[in-house]
């Protein structure tokens, strides 16, 4: 006889990445809820506007529903030992009526392009419309509720740490964030806009590249408004903003959850490919049968505790520590990821092609507008992948920075300014550096400075190139720039994810430790080998979970039943 699974009481107030749904539940119980918790340190609270105002106007912190008191919640968390972090929704939410917007306020559907209705399913199936945040009552009330957030906090004395949560959903190789719309709000507020820019521009016409432009600059701005209204107001707690990515959380997702066809290998695919481009996936939509299957290894094993302190890191942890296994990744591609063509142009080049193939769950994006090169000097990343389209002066320094201290660089010069290419020249003469020239499918300059590697070549000559051709160039460059790694090779359905850690007492003769987590999300056996170059010595096998391993000199062969997982631990020694 079938029987409907029970969810735990944990499930519904902690749905997941440490989150707490504190309207869930009663003030009450939030001390035995978290004292019985198995969490770790972090208790993360989602600000739930519409839980403290049905209408936008009367607000309740604390006066009439107890579940209000955030000072109540702040003293138990202290008491317990625990961090509480504060996150303020700037976009709709999934997992709420509304989208979290008061019921009074939620009077323009949020729509996409081609005029449906947005909305998402949560973890029991129910389905949440959402509603624009480009309508002008939703920017007042929500003005209006900051303030007075912001007030409670300081009269109370909360001095959590608070963030700007943008939520969305991860998708075709992008994050998409919830906030952007194509509502009539949209339509209304975009065309002033577009006027303002023609009239700035002296344009009588614009084109369809430039409305694209013009899009994301709009969407940008709205997004920004928001931002700015929790930076400035919430001022004293304010950390700055996060994107968390709801896996499941796509309109196509919602009827693959009327179909019963929820796939744990897009999940795991969308988990993995979320932190590859900085974002932190969140489980919160998952139907309890997937959050608990091969995801809760994933969780274990990549989503942990280590993984929450490193993404609320900025201001919220007191010591780093270096023993813990964080991202690892061989390659690191900056792009702009407000415009969605900038993976287009890196793509004509052939490298993403190749990183999926060679490297493929070893690589990962970074948002150029957000490169700050001292943050990379003692990053994992073996090299840096620049497209000159997106470098001004300012960046060109940044990225010339990055090589001087020891980065292994290649910029792209097809689309670079060209006062930005005569400065490049002026930068190998100044510091008589010497330009190694060769000529293969395109002229390809590489300067040497210490253990620092700049490759400069013009993907304009790729035009005629097949794709075979230009895998081997890849190949050769990489290569070349010094690049040592592992290959695998596999049937085609296991996933996996690298991690390091600095070295402990009793790992003295390596450098560094790295670990490979492997997952099989398929319902399916699968095999896969690794064979590892002499720099790495293994070390052991840990959570292994029906996956049998045979283990011969500098290879290893897996073999997978449906839902296995496993992880590998190597010591890496230096030349």
Known sequence: MLTTPVVKDEDTVFPGENWFFYWKTSASLWKSKIEQTSLTDKIIVPINWSFHTDTGDKIDFAKQKPETDFKRLYDICKELDKEIIFLLPVSPVPYLPNGGIPYLLARTASCDQYGLNRASADSDGTIHNFYSFYDPRVYKGFTRFCSELNSYFQESGIKAP????????????????????????FQSGFSRFVEMKKSELKLEKITAEQEHEFIIEYNETISRIYIDIVKQSMEKNWQGVKNFSFLEGSMNSIENRMLDQVSDSKIIDDALKSLDNGVLPSSILLPNRNKNGIYSDLKKQVINSSRLDEFYNDKTIIA???YIFKTSNAVNIFHNVKDFKSKELIAFSGFI??????FSWNYSYSDINEFHWEDYVESPFQFFYFNGKEINAELLGKVLKLFMSGGKV?????????NLRRRLESFYLE????????????????????????????????????????????????KSIGYIGCEISQSGEVRYKWQERAIASSDLKYDKVKRISFFNPSSYKQKLNIKYPSEYVFQ???????????????EIELNFMPKGSISLDFGIISE
């Open 162 to 185: 608070l963030w700007a949560a943008n939520c969305g959903h991860y998708s075709h190789g992008h994050f998409h964030s919830y906030v952007f719309d194509r509502s009539v709000a």
């Open 410 to 418: 290649l910029i792209d010069i097809a689309y670079l300014e060209k």
């Open 431 to 478: 510091n008589e550096l010497s330009v190694e020239k060769i000529r293969f499918v395109t002229e390809i300059n590489t300067v040497t400075m210490g253990e620092g590697r700049l490759l400069i070549f013009n993907s304009n000559d790729f035009q005629e190139c097949s794709d075979d051709e230009l895998s081997t160039f890849w190949n050769k460059v990489t």
């Open 353 to 358: 092609d190749f990183c999926k193939n060679q």
């Open 540 to 554: 052991k096998m840990i959570d292994q979970n029906h996956v049998e391993i045979n283990n011969t000199p500098h």
């Open 320 to 322: 780093d520590n270096d």
